[in-house]
């Protein structure tokens, strides 16, 4: 008895990581697709079309700005935002993306750049979930904070 509830427990282990496994290139494509997408975000509206194609319609996306209360948008009210995103120019960047199984990753930007009106430094942290819908990889959450680093 003890042998076969043994096996059953490793064959529900093997079968369980079977279906959250993943291959070095869909992890490599994964990868790929988030760094295009941060590319097109940091050089702003010009980009537009390829940044709204990146979002799911459903997307729930939240930002907390300097001091403001926490804020919750939605794809319309991003697509309408899109045209005014500024060029960043990065000085500072930190960047991590995970698969976390054949259909679903997670990424994390950190990244200082100078305010458009050369004031001061801001900190924009980022963090997305992303999943494929209709064999493409979308941002079904995105969280953003946008802080003054430094004057």
Wanted: contains cysteine.
């Amino acid at each position: 008895m003890k042998k076969i509830v043994t096996l059953i427990f490793v064959i529900f282990l093997f079968s369980c990581k079977n279906e959250n496994s993943f291959t070095e290139a869909q992890e490599t494509d994964f990868k790929n697709v988030v760094r295009s997408y941060q590319s097109k975000y940091m050089a702003g509206s010009e980009n537009c079309d390829a940044i709204m194609n990146s979002m799911d319609e459903n997307i729930k996306m939240s930002e907390i700005r300097f001091s403001e209360p926490l804020r919750f948008y939605t794809f319309n009210q991003l697509k309408e935002f899109c045209p005014h995103l500024p060029k960043k120019q990065i000085f500072q960047s930190s960047t991590e993306q995970r698969l976390l199984t054949p259909s679903l990753g997670y990424d994390f930007v950190s990244q200082t750049f100078l305010r458009s009106t050369g004031e001061d430094t801001l900190r924009e942290t980022s963090s997305r979930i992303w999943e494929i819908k209709n064999g493409e990889w979308k941002i079904v959450q995105m969280n953003n904070s946008i802080k003054k680093d430094c004057d």
